[in-house]
């Protein structure tokens, strides 16, 4: 599967990922789709990883059951895409103002967990000045491969494919969808927002 035609299937709901012009998933209405959230927990694998502050954590349990959450994957040594969309993604936190760390939650997972040790990933925060609400995690590679999969985005065994994209959702409703992480920090806020509460927005 090539990056550039990159099928997304983000909770049973397929995303046209093409490079550079990829839209979030929506319905007929223009609304994020939705899915029971029992049937989702499937593609969210609960691996145990561990967290810049070096907390054990469960991807599903602790990082994204009955959440919103903003995923992507990154790793610190990269000099191209990650820098730019985690220095996107901290004004996107800014922007979700009282929403970050009380409803609304960050969530990057490094691709490169044998480099990206827990010290490896505060210090990395730390350069970015990210806020509460934020979690950086790593854990074993066949761990964080399966959260790959299960979220759709592992074309292949380089770390360096990891596709841009920013997977974003409101566990509980089973709203879910895929967008560029280098959209605007408003555009994003503002899509992010709309998951919030799906029932405040004509969800």
Not at 54 to 69: A, Q, S, T
Not at 107 to 132: F, Q
Not at 141 to 164: A, C, K, M, P, Y
């Amino acid at each position: 599967m090539g990056r550039r035609n990159a099928v997304l299937f983000v909770c049973g709901v397929m995303v046209a990922a093409v490079a550079g012009g990829a839209r979030p998933v929506t319905s007929a209405a223009g609304q994020a789709q939705s899915a029971p959230s029992s049937r989702l927990a499937r593609h969210f694998p609960n691996v145990p990883l561990r967290t810049q502050d070096n907390r054990d954590v469960r991807f599903y349990d602790d990082l994204v059951k009955g959440k919103v959450v903003l995923i992507n994957f990154m790793f610190t040594t990269c000099t191209s895409l990650c820098p730019r969309s985690t220095a996107n993604l901290v004004k996107v936190q800014e922007l979700l103002g009282d929403h970050a760390d009380r409803d609304v939650f960050l969530v990057s997972i490094s691709v490169d967990p044998d480099h990206d040790t827990p010290a490896v990933l505060k210090r990395y925060a730390e350069r970015y000045h990210t806020r509460p609400g934020w979690t950086f995690v790593t854990g074993k590679r066949e761990d964080v491969d399966l959260i790959r999969r299960g979220l759709g985005v592992r074309d292949n065994d380089d770390q360096s494919q990891h596709t841009g994209m920013l997977i974003y959702g409101n566990e509980a409703f089973g709203r879910w969808a895929s967008t560029p992480v280098m959209q605007s920090p408003a555009t994003l806020a503002a899509i992010v927002l709309r998951v919030v509460d799906p029932r405040a927005n004509g969800g």
